[in-house]
């Protein structure tokens, strides 16, 4: 009977730079509110009288947030399906773990956004009387200003589409490094992309943008480190005990 192939270590993680540093940021914003940074670049893409300058983008809208949104809902549900062929077939049996990791960080990454809109009730630039609607602005650790539309901006919803492919850079991090980095830069890049698009509507701050990209990041981290890390000292010590002894 073939033996197993030995598995591959991973190499190490900085957890004070991948998790500490999020983290850290997390923590500033909660102590330090950035309302003057969000105000300031909202500002940039408000025309008084007129609205945030891709409220009616059609482009915007339909291309950016739509389709985008839904190629990435496609390639979620064609890691399903991978995932559940690799039940049956034998070539894609290797890859299971991995695609369990996409399947599972994916999911928790984009599923997290409603339930915390929906607790938090922050209000959208666009709903704003600074920027031509009605209601009143408050911070995020602030009580909600009594209202008949209670708002569901926070965190930002489509960059966590963009976001949530952080799995790119933590399912190769083992295996293809070079790839991995790739992985890691068209995250960030289509994640800012889908957040300066939401801004240029008016849905979004800056902040609430850069909130989701901290808890993608965190939750792709987490299952990563749940799923496939496998650190080398651990494996290392199974073989020094399992290694007979050599004669001095």
Known sequence: MPSTPARSDSPPLNLWLCLGLPLA??????????????????????????GFIGRHSAFLEDVLHDRAK?????????????????LFLERLKPMRRQLGYVVLAMALSTSFVTPMKAVTAVQCPWSLSQFGGKETYSSLLSPRPPTDKPG????????????????????WRDRRPRLARAGLVFALTLGSVFSIGRMLQGAHFFSHNLWTALFCWLICL???????????????????????????
């Open 152 to 171: 569901c901006c926070w965190p930002g919803g489509h960059a966590a589409a963009g976001f949530t492919l952080f799995v790119l850079f933590f399912v």
């Open 70 to 86: 839904q190629a990435v809902i496609a390639f979620a549900v064609l890691s399903i399906l991978a995932l559940l062929a690799s």
């Open 25 to 50: 940021i997390m923590a500033l914003l909660l102590i330090v509110e950035p309302t003057g940074l969000d105000f300031a670049i909202a500002n940039l893409a408000y025309e008084p009288g007129a």
């Open 222 to 248: 987490g299952s990563y480190y749940a799923v496939l890390y496998r650190p080398a000292r651990q494996e290392h010590a199974v073989q020094a005990l399992s290694e007979p002894s050599q004669p001095a």
